[in-house]
């Protein structure tokens, strides 16, 4: 069992680039969310999806898209990078329930310069 | 919207015990959640409390108290590898928003 599988581990982009990261769970998950991280901060919420062809905005999903055709896969889209994308981004899924953990994949560490 | 207030470090011995608090607003509420984070590493689930009370697991116990938008998790027997970041989260509709985070550093 894989779990949440982030691709790629690092990325460096120049302003004004784009870029997929790529996402995917093999747990059978409804439910899928990307977060960013800052230096020493908690996570925020970009996007989340509560099933294949559903997703619905988190609190900072300004420059971000998403899509979510199966469910497996969730795969965040930044389409023109800039300097405050800068961070490291943490996919998770989970069952859907209250009490139901989130499995978080490695994370994906970016830089735009 | 939701905001989590909790200390930003906490230094330890090995063997001692850490009181981790966290405060929350939210315009709803579900339960709240700890997570472990290692630097560099994947946050990791510890535990959930949706009612008052207290939930034991190992050297890590968790504590809500809904009526004062309160809840603390408990590491005993500090041990090295516990040197890491616990974030407080509340679930609102299948949704966690997380705390800024504590970091924990235990010392020989």
């Known amino acids: 069992n894989a779990g949440v599988t982030q691709t790629p581990k690092f990325r460096i982009l120049k302003i004004g680039q784009s870029m997929t990261l790529q996402c995917a769970q093999d747990?059978?998950?409804?439910?899928m969310y990307w977060y960013r991280q800052d230096p020493g901060m908690g996570l925020k919420l970009i996007y989340y999806?509560?099933?294949?062809?559903?997703?619905d905005k988190g609190e900072v999903p300004n420059g971000y898209n998403v899509s979510r055709s199966t469910t497996e896969d969730f795969p965040l889209r930044l389409e023109l990078a800039a300097p405050s994308q800068t961070s490291v981004y943490f996919c998770?899924?989970?069952?859907?329930?209250?009490?139901?953990?989130?499995?978080f994949g490695n994370g994906t560490r970016l830089t735009v310069t | 919207g939701q905001s989590l207030e909790q200390p930003s470090e906490v230094t330890a011995v090995e063997g001692a015990i850490v009181q981790i608090n966290c405060t929350y607003q939210?315009?709803?509420?579900?339960?709240l959640s700890w997570y472990q984070q290692h630097d560099g590493g994947a946050p990791t689930f510890l535990s959930y409390?949706?009612?008052?009370g207290l939930e034991e697991t190992g050297r890590f116990s968790s504590f809500l108290s809904r009526s004062d938008s309160y809840g603390y998790l408990l590491l005993q027997e500090l041990q090295m590898k516990d040197s890491a970041s616990y974030f407080c989260?509340?679930?609102?509709?299948?949704?966690?928003?997380f705390g800024a985070g504590t970091t924990v550093t235990v010392r020989a």
């Open positions: 998770a899924s989970s069952l859907g329930t209250d009490n139901s953990p989130l499995h």
């Open positions: 747990m059978n998950h409804n439910y």
């Open positions: 999806s509560v099933g294949a062809g559903i997703t």
């Open positions: 939210t315009s709803g509420f579900y339960g």
């Open positions: 409390n949706a009612l008052d």
């Open positions: 989260a509340v679930s609102n509709d299948y949704k966690l928003s």
